[in-house]
């Protein structure tokens, strides 16, 4: 192929999905020169799967993505269809927020983001060839010939790379909703040593609204208090449209059972793992094999469309029997599939093979992200976006990294795993996954990131010093709780009696009183005469901070340990296969995924407590 | 300070053929040269690994005895160090003195675990292994011996396998209902929930027990020795000790300050302090012994009341009788070779009684039995899980405490991620004790509990 040198830039990224974006955007924002190149610039921000964005732990995601200046609760705040905070009752750690999105008016408000941020210039093309230049640069060239040189590259190709699709019996080279693959790309990263792998994912059916019967559905409608994702949102979002729920049954299963061997995935055709915690319906009915029913949710994918989403059914089985088991559930007797169904497989990066940068170790310059890296999910593909666009511009910049801790947010315990601990399957994000829930909240994004994202330039002066102004509204009320006595009155017992919570025999701290279950700072309004007007995230942040206080304490101590373990850092080149004492599988695991630090390395699987003994005992004698 | 020379004795307090003491670090040889001369008259600092030497040992210009030095080469050696053994013949009193030699020869005396955590610095264990390695030297008798053996070979690790593998299904619970919210099946049943919860206490619980029943046999009874002045309790502590440790002098308050010994009765092996007698005085420094005579029975696994029978009992014995009901005790009734003139007052009373002649040696055997039935070893099942150490004890009350803690929490109302976060505690408690996860705590806090010397 004739190419031609088209332009040099500081960043190049190649993907322009949920991790693209983020990548694309900070890296221009901090003042790098970037150009971001996608397949197909009708699908930027493309929401190929569900039509939402957050949902537990996924939700904290976001928040810690907008904390540190990212743009995906932004986005999500400005095209919100339907909003729900998940697991109110359940406790502020796992309260969650999800948000049902108008799928095209999300893709064309990101696309507009782009077109609008300078240094940043994103063009249709794909990417064929990646190469090392020997000044260290890197050479990208396009399907069409033309030559990029760029000192970082952050590789962000979802789905696209080698993706193949499969439906039943039949399989083609594809990308996601009907788009072309990407499909030369991964020749040139196995040249570069880089080691990939297939991974798989699927989606269910999109149906036409109309052909739908909701007379005996379940109706799920949003929250009547909506809560915005994005810190800087001032209007909470408006619900514009209600989900409904339906039950698969013994019908449903008996279709599924009877035509497995259909399906490419029991055939033996698809080589690719898929992810554990999004299973396709024939694997539920395979592996629970007594659950009686599978609920699916039917979700509108926008307003400008009447095709809807049925999460929880997707499938790789052929069409035909895909229509025969659709039209099984009650509401869809008479359903009519707009988009079929399908299972993608994809190559995608072991990614014990980056830093906690996210920097692939062999090769500096070159970072990966999202799917690329083995997550699943729109918002863990934006926060690695996020951290890899960051130190692609500070790489080209000449600045230094930065690293979250995994102390710190749910972003930084994601991207540790990956990297620390790798995946066998695509890695989504649940609260479970952190030790220090109580502590990562999504009600304290911004206290743990926004610092962090105003150092390093994403975050703007105005926006800090908002926040500095809430967090010492929020300390401050808190103050005055812990010193303001309420005494006893036949009111107030009358309340506390309602509530189910003991009355009051003498005065008590206001603070004391929230910390009973029963009692809500809220709740307590009426007899609070002196409370000063606050938003309502700062109070919800009050009433946690109190209610919560002593298990918090708890957390913040073994916070504050692992933190002090993950200061202890390593260097890349130690010398692990002289350290005495190390067991042979410590050796071999250590001088793999090489740590940075030795939090880090007591994540890592077949290296033991006796080894990081041993480690800190060499630390100790060599530094 | 690394490889500075340090030495320890490496053979148990106790009478023995040989006992001897370790020399490792830098200078062993040079050290060891210093106190011990070879019969051919050739350097220590000359021989290869792995031989032994006859010799003399001295301390500075004294012959203190005839001994063998064994030889180790770094990194042939327990610690991984240059080390020397010295062994001479055995006796508290004598090995003391050839420390004591060694320590003014310029080795310092070892802190507790020094040796096993060189070792473990040097690549020579890990830390499991140093954990084991420390209970069997440590156990003595060869009940406590099979328990470790038995640790060692994993029994107790099934048991806390298996209440880890209930505490992890918990968790799991708790974490399949905040991560799927909307998936109705997945919804706790909060009577089940608390169900298992109570069972995993209840599991904790029994191994706590053991470990109060199991830890005489490994650790040995803390034992205290009160009664009367003259009631006879030095010449039991004699008796039991078989040395004339204690002063026996028929002048009352001889013993003014506490007499320790370690003594191996059989089965078991008795930590034994002697203590003055209690008794109202006016003398100053008798006095400070009668009270540290009574917090050493407040404080003891065992008191044994001495009792003198061959006299009526007196204020003082019935004074004495009430501290000790509502603690294991065991009242020694001494003398009976004597005309008993108690008027069976002891014998009226609802405590565990013996009677002995301490001085003629009647009784010891009788003794001993009691000391089994009061401290209910004999119940104590012996293939019963016990734990093996202070920390692995500490581990599994730390988890029954954040499992009680849970469930009271549970129970008042409070949100499911904060019980969570204390069933987690829970969990990593007893995930720690199977060295799955690590403070940096984990490595001191097992080399403090270590014996010197293997």
Known sequence: MTTYFAGKTDVAVIGAGHAGIEAALASARLGAKTICFTINLDWVGNMPCNPSIGGTAKGHLVREIDALGGEMGKAADANTLQSRMLNRG????????????????????MKHKMETTKNLVTKQAEIVSLSKNEDGTWKLVTALGAE??????????????????????????????????????????????????????????????????FENLELQEGDIDTVPFSFETKTPPENKVCCHISYTNDQTKKVILDNLHRSPLYGGEIEGVGPRYCPSLEDKIVRFADKERHQLFIEPCGLNTEEMYLQGMSSSLPEEVQIKFYKTIPGLENVEIMRSAYAIEYDCVDPTALFPTLEVKEHKGLFGAGQFNGSSGYEEAAGQGLVAGINAAFNALEKEYITLPRSGSYLGTLIDDLVTKGCADPYR???????????????????????????????????????????????AEIKRLESTTI??????????????????????????????PQLSYEALAPFDKNRPIISKQVADKVETEIKY?????????????????????????????KIDGLRLEAKEKLSKIKPMSIGQAMGISGVSPADISVLLIWLLKNS | MINDTIVAIATPPGEGGISSIRISGREAFVISDKIFNTKNGESLACRPGYTAAYGNVYDGENLLDDGVALIFRAPKSYTGEDTVEISVHGGDFLIKQVLRAAAKAGARIAQGGEFTKRAFENGKISLTQAESVMQIISARGSQALRLAARNKEGALSKVIEKITSKLLFLVSQISVFSDFPEDETLMIDEEDFIFSLN?????????ISNYDKGKYLIGGINTAIVGSPNAGKSTLMNLLSK???????????????????????????????????????????????????????????????????????????????????????????????????????????????????????????ALNEKIKEVLKINELDQNSDILGSE???????????????????????????????????????????EGKRITTEVADEVFKNFCVGK
Do not use: W
């Open chain 1, 429 to 475: 994000m649940m609260t479970s996954r952190s030790e220090y829930r109580l502590i990562l909240r999504q009600n304290n994004a911004d206290e743990r990131l926004t610092p962090l994202g105003h150092q390093i330039g994403l975050i703007s002066d105005e926006r800090f010093e908002n926040f500095k102004t809430e967090i010492a509204l929020k300390e």
């Open chain 1, 148 to 213: 990029y040189t760029a000192k970082s590259v952050v590789i962000a190709t979802g789905t696209f790379l080698k993706g193949k699709i499969f439906v039943g019996e039949v399989n083609y080279e594809g990308g996601p909703d009907g788009t072309f693959a990407a499909t030369k790309l991964s020749s040139s990263l196995l040249e570069l040593n880089i080691p990939l792998r297939r991974f798989k994912t699927g989606t269910p059916a999109r149906v036409l609204k109309s052909s739908i019967n």
């Open chain 2, 199 to 207: 069972e995993i206490i209840n599991d904790l619980d029994t191994l």
């Open chain 2, 391 to 433: 920390r692995q004890y500490q581990k599994v009350v730390t988890a029954k405490n954040s499992a009680t803690e849970a469930l009271s929490a549970l129970k008042g109302g409070v949100t499911l991620d904060a019980v969570g976060i204390l069933i987690d505690e829970a969990l990593s408690s007893l995930l720690e004790l």
């Open chain 1, 549 to 577: 206080e002593g298990y918090i304490k708890r957390q913040l101590a073994s916070v504050n340990e692992m933190h002090r373990l993950e200061m202890k850092t390593l260097k890349i080149d130690t010398p692990y296969e």
């Open chain 1, 487 to 516: 005494a006893p009155s036949d009111e107030i017992n009358r309340l506390f009696e309602s509530l189910g919570t003991a009355p009051l025999t003498t005065g008590c701290k206001l603070a004391e009183l929230i910390k009973r």
């Open chain 1, 90 to 109: 359940k406790g502020p750690a796992v309260h969650s927020l999800r948000a049902q999105i108008d799928r095209r008016d999300y893709s064309a408000y």
């Open chain 2, 243 to 365: 040395t004339e440790r204690s002063i026996v002098t028929p002048i009352a308050g001889t013993t003014r300050d506490i007499i320790e010994e370690t003594v191996q009765t059989g089965e078991f092996t008795l930590k034994l302090a002697d203590t003055a007698g209690i008794r109202k005085t006016g003398d100053e420094v008798e006095k400070i012994g009668v009270d540290a005579a009574l917090k050493r029975l407040e404080n003891a696994d065992l008191c044994l009341g001495v009792f003198d029978i061959s006299k009526p009992p007196e204020a003082a014995d019935k004074e004495l009788v009430l501290r000790l009901s509502g603690r294991p005790s065991l009242l020694v009734l001494n003398k009976n070779d004597l005309e008993d003139k108690s008027e069976g007052y002891f014998e009226k009373l609802s405590l565990p009684f013996v009677k002995i002649s301490a001085k003629e040696g009647i009784g010891e055997e």
